[in-house]
């Protein structure tokens, strides 16, 4: 009845003896708790997330409905094991594309021990999570069915430098993405995942608007999943592109002060994401009256 999720980007995947996340057939993922204070942290988050009546329902949505925890068998072997129940974003999806990226150019907190902080603040210094305020930690680009997804692994993904993140973001709405770095990416999707005002730009919008007025979370180390399919553009219809956050391990009381560590990576991704729109041959954060598409439509309204 569990197995092994076919979508996952990033972090630990579940195999013989290695403890990672399930799926089920009705449509829920399994998060295992982490044993130190990771696991605690992500259910407290959630259970007080899930009854913050401080959150827009415009907001809530970019979170996985939370469903508890629920003791399941763990994919290690290890036995009976408390899960995060979670809505599994891939479930309605066949062929997803899926990008996970990391916000923040600081992937530490505060409080944590200086082996963690020296842990982190290696990997953000390796990654473009110092120089550009995110990295892209995993990611799967649907083909087609002859060639199926290009998911490259997690090494290559952690090596990409700056200009590799600009190209991945335009392959990521490509037609042409299923090779490697050898061609020039067509962005053939990007009007259809990337622009309007039900896309990805506009999501994206619509969250840094509650970032930049928000002061009740830090959200440390935490992704913004990017998500479409690739078929249903081809047959003229909506992508469902989605953004949603995942991994709240590493949430604190915002007390009352803006996350700025969030925010600028945000706004840093939605940079990049604006700049294939206006690479295109009408420029798509524009609206034919020539205002900016998103803001115009979406972001006034919050
Ligand atoms: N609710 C969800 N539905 C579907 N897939 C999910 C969901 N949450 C997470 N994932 C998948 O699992 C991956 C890892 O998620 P997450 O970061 O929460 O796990 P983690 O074990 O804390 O990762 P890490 O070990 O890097 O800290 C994501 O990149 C995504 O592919
Ligand atoms: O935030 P946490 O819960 O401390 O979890 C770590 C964090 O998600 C890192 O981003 C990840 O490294 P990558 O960015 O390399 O995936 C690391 O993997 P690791 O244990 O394999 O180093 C995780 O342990």
Same mark, same amino acid.
Request: glycine residues 8%.
């Given at each position: 009845?569990?197995?092994?999720?076919?979508?996952?980007?990033?972090?630990?995947?579940?195999?013989?003896?290695?403890?990672?996340?399930?799926?089920?057939?009705?449509?829920?993922?399994?998060?295992?708790?982490?044993?130190?204070?990771?696991?605690?942290?992500?259910?407290?988050?959630?259970?007080?997330?899930?009854?913050?009546?401080?959150?827009?329902?415009?907001?809530?949505?970019?979170?996985?409905?939370?469903?508890?925890?629920?003791?399941?068998?763990?994919?290690?072997?290890?036995?009976?094991?408390?899960?995060?129940?979670?809505?599994?974003?891939?479930?309605?999806?066949?062929?997803?594309?899926?990008?996970?990226?990391?916000?923040?150019?600081?992937?530490?907190?505060?409080?944590?021990?200086?082996?963690?902080?020296?842990?982190?603040?290696?990997?953000?210094?390796?990654?473009?999570?110092?120089?550009?305020?995110?990295? %892209?930690?995993?990611?799967?680009?649907?083909?087609?069915?002859?060639?199926?997804?290009?998911?490259?692994?997690?090494?290559?993904?952690?090596?990409?430098?700056?200009?590799?993140?600009?190209?991945?973001?335009?392959?990521?709405?490509?037609?042409?993405?299923?090779?490697?770095?050898?061609?020039?990416?067509?962005?053939?999707?990007?009007?259809?995942?990337?622009?309007?005002?039900?896309?990805?730009?506009?999501?994206?919008?619509?969250?840094?608007?509650?970032?930049?007025?928000?002061?009740?979370?830090?959200?440390?180390?935490?992704?913004?999943?990017?998500?479409?399919?690739?078929?249903?553009?081809?047959?003229?219809?909506?992508?469902?592109?989605?953004?949603?956050?995942?991994?709240?391990?590493?949430?604190?009381?915002?007390?009352?002060? %803006?996350?700025?560590?969030?925010?600028?990576?945000?706004?840093?991704?939605?940079?990049?994401?604006?700049? %294939?729109?206006?690479?295109?041959?009408?420029?798509?954060?524009?609206?034919?009256?020539?205002?900016?598409?998103?803001?115009?439509?979406?972001?006034?309204? %919050?």
């Amino acid at each position: 009845m569990f197995k092994v999720p076919d979508h996952q980007v990033a972090g630990h995947r579940a195999s013989q003896g290695v403890l990672g996340p399930l799926i089920d057939d009705s449509g829920r993922f399994y998060k295992p708790l982490q044993s130190d204070e990771r696991g605690s942290n992500e259910v407290v988050f959630y259970t007080q997330f899930s009854s913050n009546k401080e959150i827009p329902n415009h907001i809530r949505k970019f979170f996985s409905v939370y469903y508890d925890t629920q003791l399941i068998e763990a994919s290690d072997g290890s036995g009976l094991l408390p899960h995060l129940v979670l809505e599994d974003i891939t479930s309605t999806r066949t062929n997803p594309s899926i990008m996970d990226v990391k916000i923040g150019s600081r992937t530490w907190y505060p409080q944590a021990s200086e082996d963690y902080i020296t842990k982190c603040l290696m990997k953000d210094r390796q990654t473009t999570s110092l120089p550009l305020g995110f990295r %892209i930690s995993g990611l799967q680009i649907y083909g087609s069915e002859q060639s199926g997804y290009w998911k490259p692994d997690k090494k290559r993904v952690l090596g990409f430098t700056a200009e590799d993140v600009r190209v991945v973001l335009r392959k990521f709405v490509s037609s042409n993405s299923s090779d490697d770095f050898g061609t020039e990416p067509d962005c053939a999707f990007a009007a259809a995942v990337y622009g309007g005002s039900t896309g990805i730009l506009a999501q994206l919008l619509k969250l840094k608007a509650w970032f930049e007025d928000q002061t009740i979370y830090h959200f440390y180390s935490c992704s913004v999943l990017m998500v479409y399919e690739k078929e249903p553009i081809l047959n003229g219809k909506s992508p469902s592109a989605a953004v949603k956050l995942v991994d709240f391990a590493h949430v604190l009381d915002g007390q009352g002060v %803006i996350d700025h560590n969030f925010l600028g990576g945000l706004c840093s991704l939605i940079k990049f994401i604006s700049e %294939i729109l206006k690479d295109q041959p009408h420029d798509l954060t524009k609206d034919n009256s020539g205002s900016e598409i998103a803001c115009a439509n979406d972001c006034n309204k %919050i």
